[in-house]
């Protein structure tokens, strides 16, 4: 699928108006399902957004022979009936979170065979941190090539103390999932931070596992605990990326946007930095809006430097769009990219359309604001780009084409009708 964005480019007008609802968040959705093969009854989660990589894990589950069932928001998946533990390469090199799949199948079918996680080029995004738990929960890892075969002993995985090198993210969950089948207690030290951890941490001892400290840097977890839902829902928690994306473009284009379905605290960290910046805005329960914005300059609002960092830091997923938003301020500041490696492909494009951005070095870009931007042929390189491409466009002056919108699609549930809605001149050529 090779669908196309048309974008009408505002030339700076500040006219978008109505309510931008929030779906449920990629980053939580997919751990989820990934957790749902622990459980020995059926697992339901609701709230999910209609996006590809639901699509794909729920592809890759059913093609290990779990039973998975998709109605409007909510997924159902029975794990009972996997008969195999090999993911499917093709599949499981679309996108990084099939790796959150191999601890609950190394910790329950003992084994799991898995192709190097793909997902987005942003960095050579290794999988050693995954490996080292294994290990010490006593797994045996085979590396053939690009694929992995990990087994764990016929007695079961054992309970280890883990300390990452590295804040990650998956390799947290993933072994936080892996920990609740394993022989004894399981202590993660260095542990990820972000709120959609807790939140399954919470479900996860709702069903009968036995977590500590989720939500700190010190995580144990007691084992082996048999995990039901018993009919109750995962609830996916609102996409806090999606949502400060829509914050900003609503600081650059929107008059009264309101922003629902949301949590602001999760964000606290653009609102404050927006507020700082001369935004108007406005928290409100479970919303986040700006009013009165139409009559604002962008010029007048003030740049503002960032670091993007671990959770409550700076978001790297909204790093690409927050360099578009100091494009369009009084701006002369630096943006540190410190999570990722290659993070910075969109900086060309920008300055394409008449962006003042000098790269410094693989991790740093300095951006010179405001310049006005102007329409152009444009393909994301990965999913966050995307949107920062989708909201430039809108920006700019003139027509602008993306391309190759899949990698749009892959985080953001039918983005162009949401925004239409509030009327940014978007629309979706569809080439099946
Ligand atoms: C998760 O990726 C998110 N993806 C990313 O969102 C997000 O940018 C990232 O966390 C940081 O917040 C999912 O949850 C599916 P990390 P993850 O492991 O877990 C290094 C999006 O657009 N590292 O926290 O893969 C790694 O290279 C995506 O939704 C190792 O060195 O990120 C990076 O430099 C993009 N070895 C750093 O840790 C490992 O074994 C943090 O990465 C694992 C990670």
């Not at 053939?144 to 087994?151: E, I, N, Q, V």
């Not at 840097?217 to 018993?230: E, F, M, Q």
Request: aromatic share 6%; glycine share 10%.
């Amino acid at each position: 699928m090779k669908d196309q964005f048309l974008v009408r480019g505002l030339a700076g007008r500040k006219i978008l108006r109505g309510e931008l609802p929030v779906r449920g968040a990629k980053n939580d959705v997919l751990k989820a399902m990934a957790a749902a093969i622990l459980f020995e009854d059926s697992l339901g989660i609701g709230n999910v957004p209609a996006i590809e990589d639901v699509g794909r894990t729920a592809e890759l589950l059913s093609g290990l022979g779990a039973s998975v069932e998709r109605r409007r928001r909510e997924v159902r998946i029975d794990a009972r009936g996997i008969s195999r533990t090999d993911l499917d390469p093709e599949i499981a090199t679309r996108l990084r979170a099939s790796i959150v799949l191999t601890g609950p199948l190394l910790a329950r079918f003992k084994s799991v065979a898995l192709p190097h996680p793909g997902g987005d080029v942003i960095g050579p995004r290794p999988i050693d941190l995954f490996l080292k738990g294994f290990r010490k929960m006593g797994a045996s890892v085979e590396a053939r090539g690009k694929r992995y075969a990990l087994a764990a002993p016929r007695s079961g995985l054992a309970a280890a103390d883990i300390f990452f090198e590295f804040v990650s993210v998956t390799a947290t969950e993933t072994l936080m999932l892996a920990a609740t089948a394993a022989r004894g207690r399981t202590t993660l030290r260095n542990a990820a931070l972000e709120p959609e951890i807790p939140h399954l941490a919470a479900f996860l001892n709702a069903s009968g596992a036995r977590i500590r400290g989720a939500g700190t840097s010190t995580i144990t977890i007691d084992g082996p605990t048999p995990l039901r839902s018993r009919g109750k829902i995962y609830r996916t928690l609102p996409d806090r990326i999606e949502a400060g994306s829509f914050l900003i473009l609503a600081a650059l284009a929107g008059d009264e946007i309101e922003i629902t379905r949301c949590n602001p605290e999760h964000i606290r960290i653009l609102v404050e930095l927006l507020a700082a910046s001369g935004v108007p805005l406005e928290i409100r329960p479970r919303a986040v809006a700006v009013v009165g914005n139409g009559r604002k300059r962008n010029a007048d609002f003030a740049g503002f430097n960032i670091r993007t960092h671990e959770y409550p830091g700076f978001p790297t997923d909204l790093q690409a769009i927050a360099a578009v938003y100091l494009t369009q301020v009084k701006s002369d500041n630096v943006i540190f990219e410190t999570i990722f490696e290659n993070r910075f492909a969109y900086a060309n494009d920008l300055v394409k359309m008449g962006a003042d951005i000098t790269v410094w070095d693989p991790q740093r870009i300095a951006v010179k604001g405001p310049t006005p931007l102007s329409g152009r042929e444009l393909e994301g390189p990965d999913i966050r780009a995307g949107l920062a491409y989708l909201v430039a466009a809108i920006v700019a002056d003139g027509p602008s084409v993306i391309n190759n919108v899949y990698h749009i699609d892959r985080g953001y549930e039918r983005i162009e009708e949401r925004l239409a809605a509030v009327g940014a001149p978007v629309i979706r050529v569809a080439h099946p």
